[in-house]
Structures are given as structure tokens and as C-alpha cells.
Nanobody
């Protein structure tokens, strides 16, 4: 029982920055991993960045060095800081949370927030 609410998307020029936020509520104590995905029209959904409850992070090669995933436990919020944005970053961005248990993994998804980068 986890709810995710995203915000921060919008229109930005190439080279600019945006910070996406994902506010989590519910049974947050059960979440082991959170991440950001994105999906552009006509393309498959791809993993952008991941952060574990231990602080380990992963980034897709396409965003490495430009994006930073972080969390604020006091605010129960996940962030994605996006710098040096490119038109290729244009996509719907989704926040996800995963409850990894001994039997199965439960996935939770936000509603998505649109990021559009103009050239």
C-alpha cells in the first residue's frame, strides 16, 4: 500500500535543468528500491536511475554524469536532478518503488510527469 505522486516536469530548453520529485506515502517502510523510468512516444520504457535503501545508485549510460537520483527520508521524497538536458531526454518520466520480499516483489508506479526539451 504505497502511493507515489510526481511533480516537476515541464518544458525546458536544451542545456537547461529540471528537478523531478516523487512524494511517497503509505507503507513506506516496506520499500527497498526506488527508481525513475522514462518512455518516449514509439519507444520502450527504459530505466533511467535507481537508488536502493542502502544508498547504492545506478544510472543509464545515456544520463550518466548529467542526472542525479537522491532521496530525502525526512520528507519521504525521491528526486531526479536533471542537468544539461538534451532533446533526446524528452519523455514521460515515471517514479517507481519496489517492495522486495522473500516470495515476490511488489511494484508501485506514479502517474508520470512529462519532460519536454526543446532544441
Amino acid at each position: 500500500q504505497v502511493q507515489l505522486v510526481e511533480s516537476g516536469g515541464g518544458l525546458v530548453q536544451a542545456g537547461g535543468s529540471l528537478r523531478l520529485s516523487c512524494a511517497a506515502s503509505g507503507s513506506i517502510f516496506s520499500i527497498n528500491v526506488m527508481d525513475w523510468y522514462r518512455q518516449a512516444p514509439g519507444k520502450e520504457r527504459e530505466l533511467v536511475a535507481t537508488i536502493s535503501n542502502g544508498g547504492s545508485t545506478y544510472y543509464a549510460d545515456s544520463v550518466k554524469g548529467r542526472f542525479t537520483i537522491s532521496r530525502d527520508n525526512a520528507k519521504n521524497t525521491l528526486y531526479l536532478q536533471m542537468n544539461s538536458l538534451k532533446p533526446e531526454d524528452t519523455a514521460m518520466y515515471y517514479c517507481a518503488a519496489h517492495e522486495v520480499g522473500p516470495i515476490a516483489t511488489i511494484d508501485y508506479w506514479g502517474q508520470g510527469t512529462q519532460v519536454t526539451v526543446s532544441s
